[in-house]
């Protein structure tokens, strides 16, 4: 991929050749796809005919090198780039590991499009629900958690893999009570549903969602309304799992049923309840490791795939916690 390197003295320069790649679309909306590629490895970075000219300190310019690789092949292989992504790349421990170059992508038929996984992490993620008939995601804010789990709930649905999706969330979020709040039942839950409709929103068009849910092919409720049922032949979702209790989450894995898939979802540091210890999702890290069928995925910072000022605040508060402050 790339030409020999000269050296002088402690700068190093090296030369990633682009044939073959859209060279507007690699360079990005004012460059700002190669302006990210000089930020986030320290090198400097120019595009000189049919080649990328990465010059600096040797450990810049190898990363810079990797990072432009992987972004060529992106884009030779159609991908459209972003900054975002060249900052994904750049966070990476190994930036060839695109997701051009792992399986992590859903053709949902009849969906509005298809969903690629955007990092290996979110990829991995995929594979392991494919593979396992529980899953639980872990990791912060923005590393698409949910949205690839009900991404992978309508492939099956769609793929007649199951015969319904059921989305649950805890209705405990930052210290509100369901009987507070205003309206019927319906009008009282919604918003703890919203990011789930907001999914599915994304994946299906409007009208066909509103069948869906009539038909209760689809049904987004409570974790409450899950206790006594027996759920088989679906695709279940909780998310926000770390405002699950310890019995909540008990009885919500009990309900698992023949042909059925569960995948739990939650950030350990967003946890609302009073106490901290009685989350269902800690409790389930703590004692379901090892059983066979039940797999955990660990999201980091790198798989952040919302606005890059995200990645950055969820660095500030980790470092804050690890700091005691």
Same mark, same amino acid.
């Given at each position: 991929?790339?030409?020999?390197?000269?050296?002088?003295?402690?700068?190093?320069?090296?030369?990633? @050749?682009?044939?073959?790649?859209?060279?507007?679309?690699?360079?990005?909306?004012?460059?700002?796809?190669?302006?990210?590629?000089?930020?986030?490895?320290?090198?400097?970075?120019?595009?000189?005919?049919?080649?990328?000219?990465?010059?600096?300190?040797?450990?810049?310019?190898?990363?810079?090198?990797?990072?432009?690789?992987?972004?060529? @092949? $992106?884009?030779?292989?159609?991908?459209?780039?972003?900054?975002?992504?060249?900052?994904?790349?750049?966070?990476?421990?190994?930036?060839?590991?695109?997701?051009?170059?792992?399986?992590?992508?859903?053709? $949902?038929?009849?969906?509005?499009?298809?969903?690629?996984?955007?990092?290996?992490?979110?990829?991995?993620? $995929?594979?392991?629900?494919?593979?396992?008939?529980?899953?639980?995601?872990?990791?912060?804010?923005?590393?698409?958690?949910?949205?690839?789990?009900?991404?992978?709930?309508?492939?099956?649905?769609?793929?007649?893999?199951?015969?319904?999706?059921?989305?649950?969330?805890?209705?405990?979020?930052?210290?509100?009570?369901?009987?507070?709040?205003?309206?019927?039942?319906?009008?009282?839950?919604?918003?703890?549903?919203?990011?789930?409709?907001?999914?599915?929103?994304?994946?299906?068009?409007?009208?066909?969602?509103?069948?869906?849910?009539?038909?209760?092919?689809?049904?987004?409720?409570?974790?409450?309304?899950?206790?006594?049922?027996?759920?088989?032949?679906?695709?279940?979702?909780?998310?926000?799992?770390?405002?699950? @209790?310890?019995?909540?989450?008990?009885?919500?894995?009990?309900? $698992?049923?023949?042909?059925?898939?569960?995948?739990?979802?939650?950030?350990?540091?967003?946890?609302?309840?009073?106490?901290?210890?009685?989350?269902?999702?800690?409790?389930?890290?703590?004692?379901?490791?090892?059983?066979?069928?039940?797999?955990?995925?660990?999201?980091?910072?790198?798989?952040?795939?919302?606005?890059?000022?995200?990645?950055?605040?969820?660095?500030?508060?980790?470092?804050?916690?690890?700091?005691?402050?």
């Amino acid at each position: 991929m790339s030409d020999p390197r000269g050296e002088r003295g402690d700068i190093t320069t090296a030369r990633v @050749t682009v044939e073959g790649a859209d060279l507007q679309m690699l360079a990005g909306v004012n460059d700002g796809n190669l302006v990210e590629l000089g930020r986030a490895t320290g090198a400097r970075v120019a595009l000189r005919g049919d080649h990328l000219s990465l010059t600096g300190e040797a450990d810049a310019v190898a990363k810079a090198e990797a990072v432009a690789a992987a972004l060529v @092949t $992106l884009v030779r292989d159609g991908h459209t780039v972003s900054a975002d992504d060249v900052l994904r790349l750049a966070l990476s421990e190994r930036p060839a590991d695109t997701p051009g170059a792992v399986s992590g992508a859903l053709v $949902l038929p009849g969906a509005r499009r298809g969903v690629q996984a955007k990092t290996p992490g979110q990829a991995e993620y $995929l594979r392991k629900i494919a593979e396992h008939d529980i899953v639980v995601g872990i990791g912060p804010a923005g590393t698409g958690k949910t949205y690839l789990a009900v991404a992978a709930a309508v492939d099956a649905l769609m793929r007649k893999r199951v015969r319904r999706i059921v989305l649950a969330r805890p209705a405990v979020e930052a210290g509100e009570s369901l009987g507070f709040l205003p309206g019927d039942m319906q009008a009282k839950v919604d918003p703890y549903l919203r990011p789930l409709y907001d999914a599915l929103d994304d994946l299906i068009p409007f009208e066909r969602i509103q069948k869906l849910i009539e038909s209760r092919t689809i049904e987004v409720a409570p974790l409450a309304f899950m206790r006594g049922r027996t759920l088989g032949d679906s695709f279940v979702i909780l998310d926000e799992a770390q405002n699950a @209790t310890g019995m909540q989450m008990k009885m919500f894995l009990t309900r $698992l049923g023949v042909n059925s898939k569960i995948v739990i979802t939650g950030d350990k540091t967003q946890v609302d309840l009073p106490r901290r210890e009685d989350s269902g999702l800690m409790q389930v890290e703590r004692i379901l490791h090892g059983i066979e069928g039940i797999a955990f995925h660990y999201f980091n910072e790198a798989d952040v795939v919302r606005h890059r000022l995200v990645r950055d605040i969820i660095r500030a508060y980790n470092e804050d916690a690890a700091g005691g402050g």
